[in-house]
C-alpha cells in the first residue's frame, strides 16, 4: 500500500515562504503524475501543482510565479515551494499521486498539512 506522507506546513507572514515535502513509501518514478491540492472549508478541492514523470510541471494561474513544484527521485519525495504567500494561500494542502495500470487508475492522498498566512 502506497503512503504519502506531508510535512512543511506552518503558519507565516504573508510575503513570506514554506517548502512541503511529501515523501512516499515507494518510488515516486511508478506514479504518472504527482501533485499538490489544496482544500478550505466549503470549498472544492483544488488543484495548485503538479509534475509528470518525465518532469513537465502545471500550476493553477494563482500561484504561477510565486510557486515551484519539483521531485527527488532517489529521495522519492516531492516538494512545493511556496514564495510571496498571501492569505488567501491559506489552506490545507494535500499530496496527491496517480499512476494507471492496465486501464486502472490507482490515486493517492496524503492526510494534508495546514498551511496559514496571516495578513
Known amino acids: 500500500q502506497v503512503q504519502l506522507v506531508e510535512s512543511g506546513g506552518g503558519l507565516v507572514q504573508a510575503g513570506g515562504s514554506l517548502r512541503l515535502s511529501c515523501a512516499a513509501s515507494?518510488?515516486?518514478?511508478?506514479?504518472?503524475?504527482m501533485g499538490w491540492y489544496r482544500q478550505v472549508p466549503g470549498k472544492q478541492r483544488e488543484l495548485v501543482a503538479s509534475i509528470t514523470r518525465g518532469g513537465t510541471t502545471n500550476y493553477a494561474d494563482s500561484v504561477k510565479g510565486r510557486f515551484t513544484i519539483s521531485s527527488d527521485n532517489a529521495e522519492n519525495t516531492v516538494y512545493l515551494q511556496m514564495n510571496s504567500l498571501k492569505p488567501e494561500d491559506t489552506a490545507v494542502y494535500y499530496c496527491?499521486?496517480?499512476?494507471?495500470?492496465?486501464?486502472?487508475?490507482?490515486?493517492?492522498w496524503g492526510q494534508g498539512t495546514q498551511v496559514t498566512v496571516s495578513s
Open positions: 496527491n499521486a496517480y499512476k494507471w495500470s492496465f486501464g486502472v487508475k490507482y490515486d493517492y
Open positions: 515507494g518510488s515516486i518514478f511508478s506514479f504518472n503524475v
